[in-house]
């Protein structure tokens, strides 16, 4: 019987998720972990090549010919068989020893949201491989959601989007990324969408043990965020007003059903915050007004 789920997103590279499902079979109890592959290839022969493979390594196997991203994964999510669910890039590396403690980690306790392990993202250029600055790996354990609200906004935390989540708070993440028609190149309001809504229905853990390497060389369905970009788009009043709106009306949204009161005026103060320290984390060499001051030349 599984105890687990990992789902993965594929679009027109069979050569690469072939080598990650060879590398899954390799390293995993296959017995213990469901895997589905979603498949939204515009390409015919793409598209033969991932049923083939999958069908071959003994996957499960879904082709979406005109869902996006985003309805691909809600229907996964639906096809899963086990109520502990993660997502994995199909060119990300998973570690099996450190997937298996947060699997048995999360097993039976409902208060926590997801489970997570260490991070570390790497970039394969001209055969040399290179690591990239990786998040701090944090517990957001407060038993009070505005607590556990303001401890992933600031100082700026771990995203959550690779942890390993109950299914009932994942399926609640992709319906409002759905219904609320949010770009999947949107990453920040993506990423702070997914941290907000699971630490409004529970608490996150962090796993010392190393768990998922983050392949950012061809930057697939997470792309490297732009953050000369944004902060400029922010004092514009763009993209930062646009991401608050939308969060505010899923938070408002959320809160209801979980039948529980957040003053949208402490959300905003939070997203104040948040944008400081995102850029501090990224730059922490210089003060703001130096980052500014040179992003507007």
């Known amino acids: 019987m599984y105890k687990s789920t990992i789902l993965i997103p594929t679009y027109n590279r069979s050569n690469i998720l072939r080598k990650n499902l060879e590398f899954l079979v390799s ?3 296959l017995k213990k972990v469901e895997i589905i592959i979603l498949d939204g290839s515009d390409n015919t022969k793409e598209k033969e090549n991932n049923e083939r493979i999958s069908l071959e390594l003994n ?3 879904s082709f979406y010919a005109n869902l996006n991203l985003w309805e691909r994964i809600a229907c996964g999510i639906e096809l899963a068989t086990t109520n502990i669910i993660s997502l994995l890039d199909d060119e990300d590396i998973l570690d099996y020893d450190g997937y298996l403690k947060c699997v048995d ?4 306790k409902k208060d926590y949201a997801c489970v997570h392990g260490g991070y570390k993202n790497f970039i394969v250029s001209k055969g040399i491989l290179k690591y990239e600055k990786t998040y701090p790996n944090t517990n957001i354990e407060s038993n009070n959601f505005y607590i556990r609200i303001k401890e992933f906004m600031c100082p700026y935390n771990t995203p959550l ?3 390993i989540f ?5 399926v609640k993440v992709f319906n409002y990324l759905v219904k609320y028609n949010v770009p999947h190149k949107d990453y920040i309001t993506t990423e702070l969408l997914f941290g ?3 630490l409004l229905n529970g608490k996150s853990k962090g796993i010392r043990d190393f768990y998922i390497g983050r392949n950012r060389s061809n930057e697939s369905f997470a792309p490297r965020f732009e953050y000369k970009k944004y902060i400029l788009d922010y004092y514009e009043g763009v993209s930062y007003k646009k991401t608050v709106e939308i969060i505010k009306r899923i938070v408002t949204e959320e809160c209801k059903v979980l039948n ?4 949208e005026d402490i959300l905003e103060s939070l997203f104040a915050r948040w944008l400081i320290s995102a850029i501090d984390f990224y730059h922490s060499e210089k003060s703001l007004n130096q980052k500014l001051e040179e992003y507007s030349k």
């Open 161 to 163: 989007f690779y942890a």
């Open 59 to 61: 996957f499960k196997y």
């Open 27 to 29: 390293t995993f109890d």
């Open 166 to 170: 109950q299914k009932n708070v994942l």
């Open 260 to 263: 529980i009161n957040f003053d």
């Open 105 to 108: 980690f999360l097993k039976g």
């Open 196 to 198: 907000i809504i699971t």
